[in-house]
């Protein structure tokens, strides 16, 4: 698709930007939509419903309602409406919406179906509710201190316990995904646009608004339940329960279309000589989550649906005493959440081996093996999920086919450990920071995955299962491996995205504090639950004080640890502006050949590939120099 | 950026020493490591051997040690040579590497080899668990039931969890309900853990015993005592707001001791034994009482 | 200014505004407790005057949820907190005031008096062991220190039932009191076993899993 001639509207000055479809609508109409839903749910059942006395003194109905027609509200008054009504009235098909430069800033902060802004948006969104779960996690903390002096209530401390977890599980889903595969996957692939750019808008704005209603738990009441949601327990909740359900609904909708997206992306829209022995292994990894993305999330939100008719309509699918299951519940919730942690797993290991060879200067090394490994792990994943119930009491008969589905799955998450390996085998390797945040990643995974193996076995698992051990595992799998992949992806590509250099100093010292903290505050956790420490307590055995202070102070670190990188943020990209080079770390890449700035349409021309996505070593053009493109 | 991205020319002499210092570093962290972790921390791993039952994860977390600590010696020690051997000394140089994209032959031992590991600690694993029930909730048809329990039928402890308390039930002492558990010593007991409303987990870590309680389902969990002991029990599923607090202590104690217990039990509960429903083993407490 | 400054500026004065609201909404939102009330030192020892009301009425965020309340020996002065203070290996002597109407139990364990001295309570002046499981309208149990105390309902054909909290003691009610021996310093959980949580799923949502209601803590100094 060559450049098409746009009619641009000059740009608005002033208060004028604001007018139009944008996030300042949107909110307003949600706000209204709220009200509106409110109001509509108290007329069907009145202040309560009927079926609970009135002392309940909560309509869980006026309150879905209300979140769904607020969100309704949000969506329209961004614009998301406007299209398909053009095209119902008869107006031609488009796929751009305010694409150019023209519009400023205000790109930002609407509706735009340029794949790059979706990215930024992404990166700030993401960006900002991880540090809103990341403050939940220190407010933990903080309780953890003291067994016996309670800083929040019982009932608060618990609903920031699912509050960390609900939002950085919410989040961080869509953490690479979202920034780095939207920016990176069309590019790489040779194109200029995603499969569904409006899709790809939609999915950022209504995973913003997820977070808002997660929040607005705390006017509510909050939830007792964790991420994990149980009924019959959450059942049992006041109206905070429903923040829950509607958070994790909305996300389920958002991943599920930012995968289908991606896949949809990468399947119709390569360049000529792109196929698929040749597409850069970031894009496997991103469509290996992908296809997670379209299969997992969908089983949750039916899940929650059914939640939902249980608290409004009066339905019994989870409560025992009329004819419901409790299990019914696990085993629905784990058929989504086993997936569910891949995805958090599978575009850090993207990430890693795309990085590898740039600082190793050599090619990725097993490049077919990676990428059986990548599918291998997303396959496998579907077929692991009962080892989170080990011991609640599920036919004894099956654990032994889970207990080696989920050892099955080290294999070819071993994979990629042999090919990063490999990749690194006399190399000239540079240890730059997204390499430093590479090597964490290898160090932190191993842990995590090992510690995987002892939850895997029944015998060790039935000691570990719920205990501060799991914890310490998935914190160093999701933390250790997705978080630090997650860095070492921004250090390395968000001075080509955005153009700025990061200050040096200030990224080494975040990098060490954050993996001396991190492994200092989530190593005593293997301890704390060996000793028999449960999850999701606000007390514990004086004994384990000493450990549970030792883990609180090093959290504290890692939070230094953020505010560090976050002035970097604001130093770099806000007040000093230095240009970044254009391609600082002499990859051999496309998205580094690429123009400064990144022009709106990607290139001139539709790239033609050369046979290598990993030239190291060997006498061959990189990749866009053959057609001429870029700049 | 004068970097010259020329193709590498491997500037290693023709026979270099890369591989053998990398297995010689590897056997010696392993043979620090191994040993320090199963023969010195080994007999004390977690959860210890208060009964059999955790005895056995004992050997299972032994077994599971025994074979990680090389597995991270080897990724470990691997990374940490690289980095150092091959580390580009002088950071204004970007020259490339020799274009090597594979090795069927590490990749096929690679394979071979994490796959016997896997297949071998998932059959162990397997064996061990079916053993003696390795003290995990399994369900009201469990498998594997200990082979003492043909010959002497064990005592049946039944644990109720409601929100937010355990209380324990012996339907083979008139049904009597108590507060705390109190086990004779080296005895098979039959624990049949239930719910009166949500999703709670009897855990007593010494034991080694962990069982889910779900209402209206019973899931039985063996252990096998031995000598006399004090525990704690723990909730280990969230269950509300109280479920930090949900737990409470309980002792073995010699036959003898316990019999006179539970007499003094039976004794002290009879007005509440009257009304208790009979003995079953789920409960449902009707109605829902939404009360009011 | 340069275009620096100002920059640096307005980034700074926005931070510092963001970390003071959130600051604020933790230090003062977040971590609201209801404050924690001694017991009365009386010459007759450690006194607790305690009431559970059908409804926790004005005085309360929910007003339409059962409730306890601090109260004194002539059933005033209704405080809305569930944290209560007393001296450690001290005997407590604790009345209740019981003006809700009977819910019954979940677990008829629970009908039993446990963990008081002498094993009884004191309900109307009578010394009761057991009470039917139909009967209690909620009961008082801190469950660390094996107390565990039925408190019986007011019949459904009362005369002058309280509605909601304040109540007097010219409504119906039952009185309970019994003593418990503290123990050393430490924080302890109290809860009521009753489901009466009237409205929620099983009787255990809203005020049974809220601070303040139906649960709360012992704290021995």
Redesign the interface.
Known sequence: MSAVAVTVPARRSGWRQLLGFNVFTGVLLGLGGWFLGHFIGTQIHGESLEYYSTEAGQNDIAIFLGYGLGVLGFLIGLGFLNYPLRRMLGHPPSLAERESEEYGLMRYFSLCTDHKVVAKQYMVGIGFWFAVGGLNAMMIRTELLRPDVHTFGADTYLTLVGMHGSMMMGTMTSGILGPLANWLVPIMIGSRRMAFSRIESFTFWILMAAEVLLVTTLIFGGFQTGWTGYQPLGDQGVAGYDAYIGFFALVGVSMTLLGFNIIATVVTMRAPGMSWSRLPIFVWGALSTAALMLLAPPMLVATLLMAMLDRTAQTAFFIPGNGGSSYLFENLFWFFGHPEVYILALPGFGIVLELLPVFSRKPLWGYRLAVAGMLGVGFLSFFVWQHHLFVSGIDADVRPFYMLSTELISLPTGFIFLCAMGTLWRGRIRLTVPMWFCIAWAFNFLWGGISGVFNSDVPSDVTTHGSFFVMAHFHYTIMGGLVFAFFAGIYYWAPKMYGWKFNETLAKIHFWLLFVAFNSTFGPLFALGFMGMPRRVVTYPLGMKFLNDWVSASAYTIALAMLIFLANVIWSFVIKREPAESNPWHAKSIEFELADPVPVYNFERIPVFAPDPYPYGVEQPAPALASGGGS | ?S?A?T??Q?P?PKRDH?WRNVVILWLLASAIFDPLILIVWGPGL??GNASV?AH??VI??QV?FGV?IP??AA??V??AY??WA???RN?E???????????AT??FW??AI??TI??F??AF??I???EDG???????????VPASATKDPPLQVQV?A????F?YRYPSYGGV?T??LELPANTLIEFH?TS????H?F?A??L?????A??????V?YVHTVGPTTF?V?????????????F?SGRVVPKAQFASWIAQQER??A??TK???PYSKTY????????? | MSSLTKRALAVAIAFAALGAGIGAYVAVYLTAAPPPLAAAQTPAGVQLYVATVPAAGPLASHPTWVSYYRVDAQSHHWRHTTTWVVPAHALVHVTIYQYDSSTGLRNPFLSEVAGTVGGVMMLNGKAVRAVSPDAPAHTFAIPQLGVSVPLPGVSDNAKNPCGQAPCSLSNAHETISFTFRAPGRGLYRWQCFVPCAAGFIQGNGGPMQTIGYMGGFIKVV
């Not at chain 2, 140089?93 to 090795?103: E, K, L, Q, Y």
């Not at chain 2, 009166?196 to 999703?199: A, G, N, R």
């Not at chain 2, 080694?208 to 889910?212: L, P, R």
């Not at chain 2, 723990?234 to 949900?246: I, S, T, V």
């Open positions: 950026m970097a991205t193709p590498g491997d290693q890369h977690p959860p039952q056995g994860q299972d977390n599971l990680a597995v991270a990724v470990i691997y990374f690289v980095l091959f580390r580009e950071p140089v970007v020259v490339d590497g020799p274009p090597i994209r594979g090795n590490v990749q690679w394979l994490t796959t896997v297949l600690l998932a694993g397997t061990r668990l079916l390795s003290g995990g909730g399994q369900g009201p048809s469990p498998i594997a109720i409601q929100q937010w308390e209380t309900e507060r705390f853990v009166l409303d949500v999703i987990s855990w870590y010494k080694g015993v962990k069982a889910d779900n209402p209206g389902v019973d899931d969990a704690t723990h909730c280990a599923e969230l269950c509300g707001l109280w479920h930090g607090y949900m409470n002290t509960y007005p509440a009304v208790l429903p449902f407490p009707s109605p829902l009482r939404r009360g009011g």
